[in-house]
């Protein structure tokens, strides 16, 4: 079965670069979540999207941006990139908003220099 | 405000014996309850959820939890833990009425020995 597919898988940024990561949720999936993972740290919710609408909104700096376009991928914005940045960030998608699971991707993993 | 709590860092468990992962939950309204497996340098892996019904859930490769809402607890079991079972183990809840996140516990690695 197709999964959450994200690019790139490994990222290598200076600080105060940007950075794009890239998720495509699994086919006819419409809502996509992101999480990011500190080291050792559970996954925290970033920001979520339905039908190409945020839909909600936890601890995102105010650095990064996200958006999904028209063929429900996302992509995640990250500017003025900071040491503490350095994450394992995660996509998830799911069919619809509620109670559905949301299957996650197997992540990016960022780090800043 | 909802949160999970696994108490346990890790669970030490020898290969054939039946292993528990233990999860206690606090929402305010009605929970959904689900967890998840992640390998080394891995993404999570889906493994099974509570949204109403039994309250013995059954889920892939062999795994089950049991949702008791008066101790407010949602464990995975396994029968018979292998070795392939290692792996850290994230209990997660989602608010029934609210938000989209999962809000995820600590973590469990579970190490099961030969």
């Known amino acids: 079965a197709a999964g959450v597919i994200q690019s790139p898988r490994h990222l290598i940024k200076e600080k105060r670069e940007t950075a794009t990561l890239k998720c495509y949720p699994i086919?006819?999936?419409?809502?996509v979540y992101w999480y990011q993972q500190g080291p050792g740290q559970d996954p925290q919710f970033l920001i979520s999207f339905y039908e190409k609408m945020q839909s909600d909104k936890g601890s995102i700096p105010d650095r990064f941006s996200a958006q999904q376009f028209s063929d429900y991928h996302s992509e995640l914005n990250m500017s003025s990139l900071e040491l503490g940045d350095s994450a394992l960030y995660f996509c998830?998608?799911?069919?619809?908003?509620?109670?559905?699971?949301?299957?996650f991707g197997p992540g990016t993993r960022l780090t800043v220099l | 405000a909802q949160s999970v709590a696994q108490p346990e860092d890790q669970v030490n468990v020898a290969e054939g014996n039946p292993l528990t992962v233990k999860c206690t939950y606090s929402?305010?309204?009605?929970?959904?309850l689900f967890w998840y497996v992640q390998y080394p340098n891995r993404g999570l892996q889906f493994l099974l959820k509570?949204?109403?019904?039994?309250?013995l859930v059954k889920g892939s490769y062999g795994f089950e939890a049991e949702f008791n809402k008066s101790q407010t607890s949602f464990h995975l079991k396994k029968p018979s833990a292998l070795v392939s079972d290692s792996a850290l183990y994230f209990c997660?809840?989602?608010?029934?009425?609210?938000?989209?996140?999962?809000?995820f516990g600590t973590g469990t690695r579970l190490q099961v020995f030969p």
């Open positions: 998830a998608s799911s069919l619809e908003q509620g109670k559905d699971t949301q299957y």
């Open positions: 086919p006819r999936h419409d809502t």
């Open positions: 509570y949204i109403t019904g039994d309250n």
């Open positions: 997660a809840v989602r608010d029934f009425h609210n938000t989209d996140k999962l809000i």
């Open positions: 929402v305010s309204g009605n929970p959904y």
